[in-house]
């Protein structure tokens, strides 16, 4: 099977994070309505691993990803793909990283509607002009468990089947990195638990980088490590996280802050 490096190593040399952020700053506004989403976060996403960012509503979770992901830009700070640095890269350069080396996983699954699940699946390797690997396409489809439905369109898939197929899309270019903003937001907790087990097979069978934001503790528990933001800052992080403790965590930093 098709597998990666052991996290952060080759040969055992530490390799720099699939991605990271130095000083990272993203202010909003001016004046009165000027608000600091994000204030000089340092944060590394290291090769092969699950990270969960949580936080209260408001807390950044968003934009720290956007802005590492390529979305959005940043007030200050530095953000690194890899040993590629994001800042003075032109809309058509962000534009060519994203579709080479990010994938991505929204709430809203955000299948294209005519296509069929296969094809959504394959749509970013043909806006590339690239023919899937045929190992990583059977481990993805696989894990995927569509069976006899990756034939079927969007509209004759359950939520959480579409959700399924949004990561598959998001894995199949093999990105440096699957972002996932609130991936389970709009699915039972069966179909989530499905979705969160897809996106950690992805982590352990293919060495993807994962990183999730997610205000459901049970979701962070899925993860290998958990960052908790608060007023744009990073204010904590939990390694092996269950649900009980990221809830204790949780409810610690709401106590601090009241
Ligand atoms: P979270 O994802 O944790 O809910 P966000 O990253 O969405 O937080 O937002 C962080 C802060 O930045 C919030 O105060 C939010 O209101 C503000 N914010 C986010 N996006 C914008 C925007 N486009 N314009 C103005 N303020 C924004």
Not at 21 to 42: E, F, I, N, Q
Not at 44 to 62: E, L, Q, W
Not at 70 to 84: C, S
Not at 151 to 174: D, F, K, M, N, Y
Request: charge should be negative; aromatic fraction near 4%.
């Amino acid at each position: 099977m098709w597998t990666r490096p052991v996290s952060g190593t080759v040969d055992g040399v530490q390799t720099n994070p699939a991605a990271r952020a130095r000083a990272l700053t993203k202010v909003y506004g001016t004046g009165d309505s000027r608000v600091v989403a994000l204030d000089h976060v340092d944060v590394d996403f290291h090769s092969g691993r699950f990270t969960a960012i949580m936080g209260p509503s408001g807390s950044g979770k968003s934009t720290l990803m956007h802005c590492v992901a390529g979305l959005d830009e940043p007030t200050g700070g530095a953000v690194f793909l890899g040993d590629v640095e994001l800042s003075g890269m032109s809309d058509n350069q962000l534009t060519a990283l994203r579709r080479d080396r990010v994938g991505f996983v929204f709430q809203a699954f955000n299948l294209l509607p005519t296509l069929t699940a296969w094809e959504n699946i394959t749509l970013p390797l043909d806006l590339a002009g690239r023919a899937p690997d045929r190992e990583l396409a059977t481990t993805i489809i696989e894990a995927v468990g569509l069976g006899d439905r990756l034939h079927h369109r969007p509209s004759q898939l359950s939520g959480g089947q579409q959700q399924r197929v949004a990561c598959a899309r998001a894995l199949i270019t093999r990105p440096d990195v699957v972002f996932a903003d609130e991936p389970t937001g709009a699915l039972d907790s069966a179909a989530s638990a499905q979705l969160l087990r897809l996106l950690r097979t992805s982590v352990d069978d293919l060495g993807q980088t994962v990183v999730m934001v997610t205000h459901e503790p049970a979701a962070a528990a899925y993860a290998d490590r958990v960052l908790f933001l608060a007023d744009g800052r990073l204010v904590d992080e939990l390694a092996a996280p269950t649900a009980d403790r990221v809830l204790d965590r949780v409810k610690s930093l709401e106590r601090v802050r009241v």
